[in-house]
Every structure is written in structure tokens, then in C-alpha cells.
């Protein structure tokens, strides 16, 4: 009836009878999020904290075993910031900045991520994805405590729905039995495979690629330094046509090996055969313990509309890139992000609906960007054709002896933010001489402040000014965005100046709740700033 | 910038010897290799995406009968 399809890592949320059980008439919810991953979890949490009621049904009592997801980006360390768990992230999370490149027994280059100073957060940690989710559950706990009116009910797992105009009904199953409620918005972050967008019939196109990956987690005292390491056409004995080493915490290593899709899969899994892989890469003398291993594969694919009515989908639900990037859990936390508020909006009745549409259009533009690059990705590391084979072995020999071909070489591009160009909520960029990183659409980037950083006092919608003057305050139709005042003097390395200012003298900037840039101008001006700010909550089409 | 299609070597016979002459020797899957490496080599020198779209499109229009 209700198995676990799953071990757990840790059980977090076991099942307790809850009241809507008992209830003749089914109770109806503001917020229902199905489906208890990272994705799952973050949209209770930002809903939650913003004072939203929120019930998140998950078929499991905890969270599932596994590494998964092992590289959490900058971006997601900042959004985990702003609801209170970045901290423990990063202090459990392994930092790198060093990758070695190697084509078959060759070193082709290194590369340094140089990560750029006057940030809070290194550019990535690994971090397993248990312990992720783990810290955001926590998380909630803690704001439960705190009054934040979140309820996660675990062994609930959704059976069916029907779609009405206003609301959405939900019959749900636990270990004593069926039960129905109704939600007022729905949000799906049940996974790759969502049963919610198989339940609503719904499309996921895309182009499927044909390869698995054999991934191991393994314990080792092993002298290897904490770097990237990948290979292209690995050398060591039927390891597959590329090769990733990657450092977690708690002397666990990450190994993928891409297999080919011909493959046994029951075969590929024994012990004994994976132990063939990883001794025959790592020297028969190495001491190690599989910790966690798994074959997969994957498929580049997007639903065409992340909203469906009163349904909303996010995350692996909404979209699959490869795994090449770390583009996965990144972009589903930037989901949430960007949902958060304007759901908050909505469900407050301070934003009309289709605000909810920019949720679809703004993530939809993030997904195809993921998309892009996990296919070039994919397409570099497994070439489709003789040809490709051959300019992407050119590439790799130049690569060894020059500079120029380092920039060509594509194990994967790293998760960097999307930026909303052409976001129907993006106001005026009227800021000459402003720097393109922080134009509308983009996210701020962290600047330190003397004694803090810029990100920390960014929430909610924010005037922030650098040396211009503004009220401390301005309400438009509900919606109030208050003053940052800084100037270019509040940091001496010059960082808050070279992302804000660029040439101009002074700036005035309308942020969102997620951090993104509205509107820009080089002074304060009243009607402009109320303009920016009924368009940046969807009040007002684009002319 | 935009791609030259006019004559702008100023000893053409000794350019196309050269070209010749560095795939001798070579085996038709070392000359292929050879060829994408030097395809590369010129496309960063090019430098500019836009002018090397119209090198890529003069290449293809010029091979079709």
C-alpha cells in the first residue's frame, strides 16, 4: 500500500495522525506543496517564514539515502542565507576551487574558479544532498518554534487530484487509511518522474539522452587533494566514456562513471563489478568502503508551463537537465526563489494572479538556459558524430599546449544564476554608466559592508541607494519597499562601487524579494520608483 | 567586423604550399585531426563569433552544386 520506494538516510517527519483525518467536510489549505526533496522543503520554508500556512505531504517518513546532488552553487548558499540555513551549509560543505582536466592518461590543463572577492559564499560546496535537506528541515523546525505555521505530514502520499477553477482537491493515503483535502494552490515538487504531472496529464518534452551513469560514493584515507577531477576517454580499464572525482565531506569521494547505455544494469551494480571500476582507477592498493552507489540516466526536458491554474510545478517536476553543471537542485531552489514572494503576493491578495505566469515565463527562460548548457555539455563529453569526436579530441590536444583552447573545453558549466533579460517584470535600466552585472533581470551580487555583507540586508522589495537620497519608505497598492542606504564609502575594497555603481556617480535601485534587480535609475524619483513597483508585482503589462 | 572575401594575401601560391605541405606525411585521419586543430587555431584568432558565422556559411554556400 504505502512501501517506501526508498531507504532513509534520516527519518525526520514520521507519520501522526493528523485532524483532516477526522474531518467530515475535506479542510481546505492555502498552500499545499507535494513531494519532501530539497525543493519541496524550501518552498514550505519560504512560504512558512513568511507567516503563510503550509502543508507539505511527503510519501516518506525522512529523507532519502544517497548523495545525489553533491554541488550546492553560490546562488542556492545565498538563498539558503535568507531563510537561516546557509551557516551550516557552508560548515559542513567541502570548498574547492581547483580542477584538473585529463584526457585519457594525459593531464590536459587545471583550472582555478578564482572565486571573486567581497562575497559571503565560496562559489561551491559539496555537500551531500541528505545533509541538505536535512539542515532545511531543521530549519523549519526551528521556525515552527518560532510561530512560522508550517506542518509537513510524513507516509501522506497524493492519489489523485482534481483541478477546480479556485481550488484543488487532493485524496491522500497513510499507513490508516485514505483522506481528502483541498488546497487553494498547489505547488508539485514531486520529482522527475512527478506522479502530480502524470495525474494532470500534462507534457514533458524533451530530448533523452541515451547514456547511464555508475555513481559510487566511497570512504577512503586517501591522499587525494580536494579538486575536480575529470576525464575525458578515462584510461583506466572499462571505465566508460568519461570520469568525475569529486571530494565530499567525511572522507566520502564522489566517483561517476559514465557507462554507456548498453549496458546490464543488475550486472553493472555488483559489488564485485563496481569494486573492478574503482580499483582499476584507483590502484589496487587503495583501502576503500562503498558507502552508496546507483546507475542512472537522464534527459534534458521542460514542461511547456510551470503553471497550471491553481497548480504550480518546480524543480525536477518542471524541469531535467543532465548532470553536468550541477544545474539541478541549483535551479529548483532558484525556483522557489523566485515563487516565494509572488505567491506570498498573491495569496495576500497584493499582486493579481497572472503575477504567477512571470513565475512560468521567468523560470521557464532559467530552464532553457540549464538546458543549453547541459546539452553542449553532453554533447562535448559524448560527441554524437565522427566529426564531433574530432573537433572535440583537436580541442583537447590544443588544450595541453595553449590557453586559447582551455575556454572550449566543456566538462560541464557551472550553475551560475540565471539573469531575467527581457523578464516581463524588468522596469528601466536608467542608470548610464551602470555596470551590466546589475542590470534589471540580474541578481545582486554580494558586496561587503564594513561590518556586514549586502545580501544579508536585501529581503523583501528594497530602494536600495548609493549615495542618493530617497524616503525611507514607499507604500504603493499594499506593497512597501523600504530604503537601503549605503554609499560607496561603506566598502573600502571598492567591490560594493564596481557591481553598483560602474561610472555613474550615484544609483537607486528597486530589488525584489528575490534578490533581483527591477529597475535602476541614477536618482530617486517618486512616480518612477511606484511605476517600477506596481510593474515588478505584475499590476501593470509592459507597454 | 566583418568577414574578408577579397584577396588579402599578398603571396597566395605560398600560403596554399605551405597548407599543403604540413599535411604530408600525414594519414587521412592525422590530415582530419590536423585540420580541426588549425580550424580551431583560426577561429580564436578570428575572434569575433558573428565573422566566423559568415566564414562558416561562405564555406558551406561555396560547396553546394
Same mark, same amino acid.
Not at chain 1, 487553494?184 to 514531486?190: P, S, T
Not at chain 1, 563496481?274 to 534534458?300: H, K, N
Not at chain 1, 512571470?358 to 553542449?376: F, K, P, Q, V
Not at chain 2, 596554399?16 to 580550424?39: P, Q, V
Given at each position: +500500500?504505502?512501501?517506501?520506494?526508498?531507504?532513509?538516510?534520516?527519518?525526520?517527519?514520521?507519520?501522526? !495522525?493528523?485532524?483532516?483525518?477526522?474531518?467530515?467536510?475535506?479542510?481546505?489549505? #492555502?498552500?499545499?506543496? &507535494?513531494?519532501?526533496? #530539497?525543493?519541496?522543503?524550501?518552498?514550505?520554508?519560504?512560504?512558512?517564514?513568511?507567516?503563510? #500556512?503550509?502543508?507539505?505531504?511527503?510519501?516518506?517518513?525522512?529523507?532519502?539515502?544517497?548523495?545525489?546532488?553533491?554541488?550546492?552553487?553560490?546562488?542556492?548558499?545565498?538563498?539558503?542565507?535568507?531563510?537561516?540555513?546557509?551557516?551550516? +551549509?557552508?560548515?559542513?560543505?567541502?570548498?574547492?576551487?581547483?580542477?584538473?582536466?585529463?584526457?585519457?592518461?594525459?593531464?590536459?590543463?587545471?583550472?582555478?574558479?578564482?572565486?571573486?572577492?567581497? *562575497?559571503?559564499?565560496?562559489?561551491?560546496?559539496?555537500?551531500?544532498?541528505?545533509?541538505?535537506?536535512?539542515?532545511?528541515?531543521? $530549519?523549519?523546525?526551528?521556525?515552527?518554534?518560532?510561530?512560522?505555521?508550517?506542518?509537513? !505530514?510524513?507516509?501522506? !502520499?497524493?492519489?489523485?487530484?482534481?483541478? =477546480?477553477?479556485?481550488?484543488?482537491?487532493?485524496?491522500?493515503?497513510?499507513?490508516?487509511? #485514505? @483522506?481528502?483535502?483541498?488546497?487553494?494552490?498547489?505547488?508539485?515538487?514531486?520529482?522527475?518522474?512527478?506522479?502530480?504531472?502524470?495525474?494532470?496529464?500534462?507534457?514533458?518534452?524533451?530530448?533523452?539522452?541515451?547514456?547511464?551513469?555508475?555513481?559510487?560514493?566511497?570512504? +577512503?584515507?586517501?591522499?587525494?587533494?580536494?579538486? =575536480?577531477?575529470?576525464?575525458?576517454?578515462?584510461?583506466?580499464?572499462?571505465?566508460?566514456?568519461?570520469?568525475?572525482?569529486?571530494?565530499?565531506?567525511?572522507?566520502?569521494?564522489?566517483?561517476?562513471?559514465?557507462?554507456?547505455?548498453?549496458?546490464?544494469?543488475?550486472?553493472?551494480?555488483?559489488?564485485?563489478?563496481?569494486?573492478?571500476?574503482?580499483?582499476?582507477?584507483?590502484? /589496487?592498493?587503495?583501502? @576503500?568502503?562503498?558507502?552508496?552507489?546507483?546507475?542512472?540516466?537522464?534527459?534534458?526536458?521542460? +514542461?511547456?508551463?510551470?503553471?497550471?491554474?491553481?497548480?504550480?510545478?518546480?524543480?525536477?517536476?518542471?524541469?531535467?537537465?543532465?548532470?553536468?553543471?550541477?544545474?539541478?537542485?541549483?535551479?529548483?531552489? %532558484?525556483?522557489?526563489?523566485?515563487?516565494?514572494?509572488?505567491?506570498?503576493?498573491?495569496?495576500?491578495?497584493?499582486?493579481?494572479?497572472?503575477?504567477?505566469?512571470?513565475?512560468?515565463?521567468?523560470?521557464?527562460?532559467? /530552464?532553457?538556459?540549464?538546458?543549453?548548457?547541459?546539452?553542449?555539455?553532453?554533447?562535448?563529453?559524448?560527441?554524437?558524430?565522427?566529426?564531433?569526436?574530432?573537433? =572535440?579530441?583537436?580541442?583537447?590536444?590544443?588544450?595541453?599546449? *595553449?590557453?586559447?583552447?582551455?575556454?572550449?573545453?566543456?566538462?560541464? =558549466?557551472?550553475?551560475?544564476?540565471?539573469?531575467?533579460?527581457?523578464?516581463?517584470?524588468?522596469?528601466?535600466?536608467?542608470?548610464?554608466?551602470?555596470?551590466?552585472?546589475?542590470?534589471?533581470?540580474?541578481?545582486?551580487?554580494?558586496?561587503?559592508?564594513?561590518?556586514?555583507?549586502?545580501?544579508?540586508?536585501?529581503?523583501?522589495?528594497?530602494?536600495?541607494?548609493?549615495?542618493?537620497?530617497?524616503?525611507?519608505?514607499?507604500?504603493?497598492?499594499?506593497?512597501?519597499?523600504?530604503?537601503?542606504?549605503?554609499?560607496?564609502?561603506?566598502?573600502?575594497?571598492?567591490?560594493?562601487?564596481?557591481? @553598483?555603481?560602474?561610472?555613474?556617480?550615484?544609483? &537607486?535601485?528597486?530589488?525584489?524579494?528575490? %534578490?533581483?534587480?527591477?529597475? !535602476?535609475?541614477?536618482?530617486?524619483?517618486?512616480?518612477?520608483?511606484?511605476?517600477?513597483? $506596481?510593474?515588478?508585482?505584475?499590476?501593470?503589462?509592459?507597454? | 567586423?566583418?568577414?574578408?572575401?577579397?584577396?588579402?594575401? /599578398?603571396?597566395?601560391?605560398?600560403? @596554399?604550399?605551405?597548407?599543403?605541405?604540413?599535411?604530408?606525411?600525414?594519414?587521412?585521419?592525422?590530415?582530419?585531426?590536423?585540420?580541426? $586543430?588549425?580550424?580551431?587555431?583560426? /577561429?580564436?584568432? &578570428?575572434?569575433?563569433?558573428?565573422?566566423?558565422?559568415?566564414?562558416?556559411?561562405?564555406?558551406?554556400?561555396?560547396?553546394?552544386?
Amino acid at each position: +500500500m504505502l512501501d517506501d520506494r526508498y531507504s532513509l538516510a534520516f527519518r525526520l517527519y514520521p507519520y501522526g !495522525r493528523c485532524a483532516d483525518q477526522d474531518a467530515i467536510d475535506p479542510v481546505r489549505h #492555502p498552500v499545499v506543496v &507535494v513531494g519532501g526533496g #530539497p525543493v519541496g522543503i524550501a518552498a514550505a520554508l519560504d512560504l512558512g517564514l513568511q507567516g503563510i #500556512p503550509v502543508l507539505l505531504l511527503d510519501d516518506h517518513e525522512g529523507v532519502g539515502q544517497g548523495s545525489r546532488a553533491i554541488c550546492f552553487a553560490k546562488r542556492t548558499l545565498e538563498i539558503c542565507d535568507r531563510w537561516g540555513t546557509g551557516a551550516p +551549509m557552508l560548515e559542513k560543505g567541502v570548498v574547492w576551487n581547483l580542477g584538473k582536466v585529463f584526457h585519457a592518461d594525459r593531464k590536459v590543463f587545471e583550472f582555478n574558479l578564482l572565486p571573486e572577492e567581497g *562575497h559571503k559564499f565560496p562559489a561551491f560546496v559539496n555537500l551531500p544532498q541528505p545533509y541538505f535537506e536535512r539542515f532545511l528541515v531543521e $530549519r523549519v523546525r526551528e521556525a515552527q518554534a518560532q510561530g512560522a505555521p508550517i506542518e509537513i !505530514r510524513g507516509k501522506n !502520499r497524493l492519489d489523485a487530484v482534481e483541478a =477546480r477553477e479556485d481550488h484543488v482537491l487532493l485524496d491522500v493515503t497513510t499507513p490508516e487509511g #485514505p @483522506y481528502r483535502i483541498a488546497a487553494d494552490w498547489l505547488i508539485g515538487c514531486d520529482g522527475a518522474s512527478s506522479p502530480l504531472r502524470r495525474m494532470l496529464g500534462l507534457d514533458f518534452e524533451g530530448r533523452v539522452f541515451q547514456d547511464s551513469f555508475l555513481i559510487a560514493d566511497i570512504r +577512503m584515507k586517501a591522499e587525494f587533494p580536494t579538486e =575536480r577531477w575529470f576525464w575525458f576517454e578515462p584510461p583506466f580499464k572499462s571505465s566508460g566514456a568519461s570520469c568525475l572525482l569529486h571530494k565530499q565531506p567525511d572522507d566520502v569521494w564522489r566517483v561517476d562513471f559514465q557507462i554507456g547505455w548498453d549496458v546490464d544494469r543488475a550486472e553493472e551494480m555488483k559489488e564485485e563489478n563496481i569494486r573492478a571500476r574503482l580499483d582499476a582507477m584507483l590502484g /589496487a592498493e587503495v583501502d @576503500y568502503e562503498i558507502v552508496w552507489s546507483s546507475i542512472y540516466t537522464f534527459q534534458c526536458r521542460r +514542461m511547456k508551463n510551470f503553471r497550471h491554474g491553481r497548480v504550480l510545478f518546480a524543480g525536477d517536476a518542471a524541469h531535467q537537465v543532465s548532470p553536468f553543471g550541477a544545474r539541478g537542485a541549483n535551479s529548483g531552489i %532558484q525556483d522557489v526563489d523566485n515563487l516565494g514572494w509572488k505567491l506570498g503576493l498573491v495569496l495576500r491578495g497584493k499582486a493579481p494572479e497572472t503575477l504567477l505566469d512571470t513565475y512560468s515565463s521567468e523560470r521557464c527562460h532559467g /530552464a532553457d538556459e540549464n538546458i543549453l548548457n547541459s546539452t553542449r555539455s553532453t554533447d562535448f563529453i559524448t560527441p554524437k558524430s565522427a566529426v564531433s569526436r574530432l573537433f =572535440r579530441n583537436a580541442v583537447l590536444d590544443l588544450a595541453e599546449h *595553449h590557453a586559447f583552447a582551455r575556454p572550449f573545453v566543456n566538462s560541464g =558549466r557551472l550553475s551560475l544564476p540565471c539573469i531575467y533579460d527581457g523578464g516581463l517584470l524588468n522596469g528601466a535600466d536608467a542608470l548610464p554608466g551602470g555596470p551590466s552585472r546589475t542590470r534589471p533581470g540580474a541578481p545582486c551580487p554580494d558586496a561587503p559592508l564594513g561590518g556586514g555583507q549586502l545580501l544579508e540586508r536585501l529581503g523583501g522589495f528594497v530602494i536600495l541607494t548609493l549615495d542618493a537620497d530617497a524616503p525611507e519608505a514607499v507604500e504603493e497598492d499594499g506593497v512597501t519597499a523600504r530604503r537601503l542606504a549605503l554609499s560607496a564609502a561603506d566598502d573600502p575594497s571598492g567591490a560594493l562601487a564596481a557591481r @553598483y555603481l560602474g561610472d555613474a556617480r550615484s544609483a &537607486v535601485y528597486l530589488v525584489r524579494p528575490d %534578490q533581483h534587480v527591477a529597475a !535602476r535609475w541614477e536618482t530617486f524619483d517618486e512616480g518612477a520608483i511606484r511605476a517600477a513597483l $506596481r510593474h515588478a508585482c505584475g499590476k501593470e503589462r509592459p507597454a | 567586423m566583418s568577414l574578408t572575401l577579397d584577396p588579402n594575401l /599578398a603571396d597566395a601560391d605560398g600560403v @596554399y604550399a605551405d597548407l599543403i605541405e604540413a599535411h604530408e606525411g600525414l594519414t587521412e585521419e592525422e590530415s582530419h585531426a590536423f585540420n580541426a $586543430r588549425l580550424i580551431l587555431i583560426l /577561429a580564436n584568432h &578570428v575572434g569575433d563569433r558573428e565573422t566566423f558565422r559568415q566564414a562558416l556559411e561562405a564555406a558551406g554556400s561555396a560547396g553546394k552544386r
